[in-house]
């Protein structure tokens, strides 16, 4: 799942758009390149959150850069029209 897109369904955060940077058992730690950064992503359980499969970053051998993360989820949003 590292790589994916997902939105937040829970919270007070619920509908905004991450990308997975990584996992742990059952948590998800999510990152959106601006608020949240690549190297200190939001702690979030799997339940909390749904999957978009359709779009997925490839992992760079050093890590998530912030600026891929943002565009990714900014190209998202203009072609699918969802606002967060």
Known sequence: M?????VSM???????TYVIVREEG????????????ADRPKKKNRK?????KQVQIKEPEK???????SRTI???QEESNVKS
Do not use: P, S, W
């Not at 590292?2 to 997902?6: D, I, K, R």
């Not at 829970?10 to 905004?16: E, I, L, N, S, T």
């Not at 059952?26 to 950064?37: I, K, M, P, S």
């Not at 890590?63 to 993360?69: A, N, V």
């Open 2 to 6: 590292t790589g994916m897109l997902a």
């Open 10 to 16: 829970a919270g007070h955060d619920k509908g905004k």
């Open 26 to 37: 059952e948590y998800v730690f999510l990152a959106d390149g601006v608020v949240r950064c």
């Open 48 to 52: 909390h959150i749904q999957v978009n």
């Open 63 to 69: 890590g998530f850069t912030d600026l891929e993360i």
């Open 74 to 76: 900014k190209k998202y």
